[in-house]
């Protein structure tokens, strides 16, 4: 199982340019994709539909999307309104079917200076031949800190609670007049695990300790409920984002690929490719034998 996570940066590449077949290209050959920054009707990105076209790009998968970030973008001609919403938020791709999704808006602080924006994380059941799997494609907080430990801290409820709150739906149809269920069985809301994501913090960094926790002594300790990052634990040393600060140019590792500790010891390879140029982030990939 090939897994991609990949801030498309709405189509613009390092060259500056709006191409969003570059990012589309990128994509080819992975069968789970998480990415962040889709775009819906935006003005700089000639109004168009960047979830639709990447499933025309790629028809041969199931997709979701899940915007954050929702304002008004409609017009009225004459006496009629033409409704459309400009929106921008993650998207999950599949080779197998997405049972089900939910989108879970993270916790906002407003900002004064420079811009804030609504950040999510997508949640994807998806019906994997080796058994169901949750993905997540999620985007962190940009700015601060402090700001992305409280996203973090609700997403670790959100993972905690998981098996207490299940699936979509639960429980006996009582109304079978109103086909609630459509004749389905309860979806799954397995276990496993995998976050793949814009993090915006780095390997080591307090935010990332707090979603692994700190083993000095046990650096390849595992918790049953805890979460494992797949570039550590393959050994891989990479980048996923290049920036100048202060003068200088910064390598760093902000995106990154967790996976829960069941899935571990199916992990094959992590990677990136420092060549590709269709967004200032690098696709990160992953290799799982399942």
Known sequence: MILLSYNIQYGFGTDGRYDLSRAAQVMQGADIMALQEVD????????????????????????AYGPAFDMDASQRIGTRVVNRRRQFGPMILSRWPIVWTRL??????RMLDPLNTQTAALEACIAAPSGPLRVFSLHLAHVGTPERLVQITHL??????????????????????????????????????VLMGDFNCEPGSAEMT?????????????????????????????????????????????????????????????????????????????????
């Open 210 to 290: 707090l979603l692994l926790g700190q083993n000095p002594y046990h650096p390849g300790a595992r918790y049953a409920d805890g979460l494992v990052d797949a570039a550590a634990m393959t050994g891989a040393v990479l980048h996923s984002h290049e920036k100048i600060i202060a003068g200088q140019r910064r390598l760093r590792q902000l995106d990154h690929i967790l996976i829960s500790a069941d899935l571990a010891p199916h992990l094959r390879r992590v990677w990136s490719d420092p060549n590709q140029t269709a967004s200032d982030h690098l696709p990160l990939w992953c290799d799982l034998s399942l």
């Open 156 to 193: 670790q409820t959100i993972l905690a609670q998981s098996a207490a709150s299940g699936p979509p739906w639960s429980g006996t149809d009582d109304e079978p007049s109103r086909n609630w269920t459509e004749g389905q069985a309860e979806p799954p809301n397995p276990a496993s695990v």
């Open 104 to 109: 879970h808006l993270l916790p906002l602080r």
């Open 40 to 63: 819906r009707h935006w003005q700089r990105t000639d109004f168009d539909d960047q979830p639709a076209r990447l499933e025309s790009a790629l028809p041969s998968h199931y997709t």
